[in-house]
């Protein structure tokens, strides 16, 4: 009788563990979102990691390719409620740079300009902004984009940033790479040009 009770006991421990091993196999709480508690500060957990100096080449981006404002907004689906200060267009026109901080976090994304892919950069620090962004509305860039487009005459921006001139907060938005335009982050108005 001793040696089934044994067996039983054995079994029932056998049964515990192949099922929490079973629990642990199936990545159980793997990808958290905030809402849920946990330490992941990715709520899709869809980032890949890269490293910048071995991207593969892509070609140009075709008319109607990721422009400055899909690049963030891409950012953006990887941390929702982020909030984006810088966007960058890199020289060789393949890629954005993205920093954003989410969470209290600063963050670095490329996001392809032909496919809109987006990676978290390994090894770079992002710069951090350049004014405190408290209150800094989610469509504030929209309307500067839209500002320095209207008002320099040009086809895209290429560069936007969140910069202090004068006392105030204004996006700095770079058009076709040769004229900056500074609007004002709260009402939109052009507050300077720069050829």
Known sequence: MRRERST????????????AAF??????????T?????????PTGALQQEDP???SPTPEAPAGGVDLLGARDAALREYPGGVVYDVELEEDGRQWDVELVHQGTERELGVETGSGKVSELEGETPDGPDTNLAGLSADSLDTAVEAALAESGGSRATDASVDEEDGRRVWEIEVDDDRTVDVDTENGQVVAVDS
């Open 8 to 19: 039983g006991s054995g079994r029932l421990w056998a049964a515990g563990t192949l099922a």
């Open 34 to 42: 905030p809402d849920e508690g946990g330490g992941d500060p990715r």
């Open 53 to 55: 100096t071995s991207a």
């Open 23 to 32: 629990v642990a196999a199936s990545g159980c709480g793997g990808d958290v």
